[in-house]
């Protein structure tokens, strides 16, 4: 599905959009006619380029390609690098349990230079740092150099304060939004053409899962979403998580957008799911990429109070809608995606895919969203049945020691 | 020959002299007592074959420098609560750096740190082993001293008072038993040029404590003593300096930090260096310009930040040339030591936590075949895993107490 509009395009015409309308206003309950679009579900057992990059080149292939997608465009792609790179599952490196593994992100821009992408840019907002990401990789063990020459043009950017921007970007959401009317971001968030999320396959502590959308949470910096922001101004540099999106117990500085209603509860199971689909609504996906060859269960990191297993589910998904990606992500896990508070994942949460479905995003239901390639049913990796199994019984002493 | 004596200060509450017998059999050598009223037991120490003192007349050849007692440090308002930096990392005190430092500024002696366990505090064993190691690694000693509690414990034979005694003569004893470690040379990635005096005091001793804070190994550079810089061509070289005092550079050390430079390290300067081309204006703090195959970060403030400044350093140098990096150690230090024919490396780890990580990894820089863990009760660790990388060595290591000593092998 080509991307028609240019970034300026997104902002001004609110009201229409690529993968779906986006109704103005807060207008919700749009489970019938949100939008579709097919997931492509791929085995792939190892990630040795021999492998991975067959099995990517046939999943873009089989959306339409790349080519429609990024040619002569500035991409724009947002990894999943949670949690500090000195925190492991045991002694699994971090791209096995909960980080983007890099052959994937690397086998990504590879491919979309070679579909004539003009410019990469790697995006995260690492833990609690304004270090360049190249720094923060390095101390996981990683050599961005590798990615940096997957292609011409290729760039990081720390997202998580002002980065190379003048100023940050002001970022609408075209429905309204739950929490948040509006966001202010790193520019790198507006200054693409085609924006891409590659998340981790993995359970959620607060989420339920976390998967292409939840993956997006990272785009508020801390400077002004964050513990150390500053009140009235941004903070120069982040420090912390993003409490004030968690508790509410303040509102982000003054000089970017409120809530909407600041009597809604402060609650992390309420609050998250909702900006998670309010950023997902101000920046749309337009390719989202959900990696489990490897992956970790019990929730999105190692410092989760539950039982932890490293696991090799051998999949990989793409779509170019989130929320029909992540449906099937999560049915691929054992889930099902119509699931809402008080089931299986989203036992004490809202579920993010329905406040998505809700905001016209897209469909969750799995009867109204073509699977190409392996179909669910033999993909399947059972983490639902082992969380299950886990929380069966009570949960392990307070994580990692030291 | 360097006095090598390991010190103990006599606690008020041990009054009997049979308490001597406690001391027998370990590497604890010299006894402070600082009290008139310990006149007597003064005595009866020396009778035993104890070097005895008071720190105000030490031998010339040992230098004592206070010092905070090692350890995550708890915030003043005393709810018990962590105290964080500004990035939420735990602020850890540790002795090494003044170790270091002591060593520098005279070189020759024995460094001693002064650091009393804080008043009306319980103690775990645990602690007091990184008491120990904290300033034995860089080859000094904690003056042993017992809290009151403890030493009230141990005179009166209470089991854990006797079981934490344990825990410290073990220690002291291990780092008796390896006085040849101090012999191996300390590497180091960042060196901190400065006088450490006058108005350069604060600042220089700030750099040395935060960078390692940071997670990078430093070496404190006398500026009046020839630097020994060497260009930066393999994995444990040093990669950069840092000059922050308040006066510019004689021509002589100018010359010697250039040409270091030049051969591909790195000069974070303050404006006081003086002026040099102007650089790209990509970094808002520095003015960053190349030099032969190095570069010169120029801040275009006074310091006024260590913390900000060790950081940046740490950043501009790139975790790329990290020397040691740990996984799931908490809050940690490092102290890594090199062979004159670099084939053999001694690297001291230390985790400031009440109980030592039970699945930590530890990436050392350089190219070794073999490692051998061991710790102060144990010769030889089992379950260590060693896996090979690009000029480093990755080890997994089983769980531990507060402290390991690795010894590699090229």
Redesign the interface.
Known sequence: MPCQYSRRQWIINAGAAVSGAYLGGAQFGNAATAPTSPVVVSRCQTYNPNELVPVMQKMFDQLGGLDRLVRNKTVAIKVNLTGSPTYRLGYHPLEDTHYTHPQVIGTAVHLMGKAGARRIRILESPWSTAAPVEEYILQANWEPRDILNAAANVEFENTNYLGRGKKYSRMPVPFGGYIFPAFDLNHSYEDCDVFVSIAKMKEHATAGITLSMKNCFGLTPCTIYGTGAGVDEPSLVPAGGRDIVHGGYRQPSKSAPSEKDPKTPRVDTYRVPRTVVDLCAARPIHLSIVESIKTMTGGEGPWVNEEHKLVSPGLMIAGLNPVTTDAVSMALMGFDPLADRGTPPFEVCDSTLRLAEDAGLGTRDLKRIEVIGTPIAQAMFDIAGMRKKRRSVPPPPVGIRG | MVTQWTPMRWPNAWKDAFLFSLLKGTSIDCLIFDTKTQSQLRGRAEQDGFHTADLASLPHDITVAKGEWPGVKMARRGSGDISAG???VPWVDNNGWKVRLESALHPGTSVWIDAPPPDKSRIAGGSYLTAVADSAVQGGRWIINLDADLAEGVATQRAPALATWKTITQAADFFATHKDWATQEPVALVGVVSDFAGKNEFFGQELLNLLGRAGAQCRPLIKSGALKLVPPDEPTSMRAVIYADSDAPSAALRKQILTFVEAGGLLVASPQWGQGARGSGENPRYSIRTLGKGRVAQSMADPDDPYLWANDAV?MV???Y?LV??????ATASHYAISPDRKQAVVHLL?Y?N???????V?VAGRYRSVRASTIDQQKLANV?LQM?KDAV?I?LPQVSQYVALELEA
């Open positions: 500004p990035t939420g950043i790139s975790h790329r990290d990096r740990f996984w799931n150690g908490g985790f936590s109980r030592g990580p039970d699945s930590a990894s990436r895993e990388q990755e997994h």
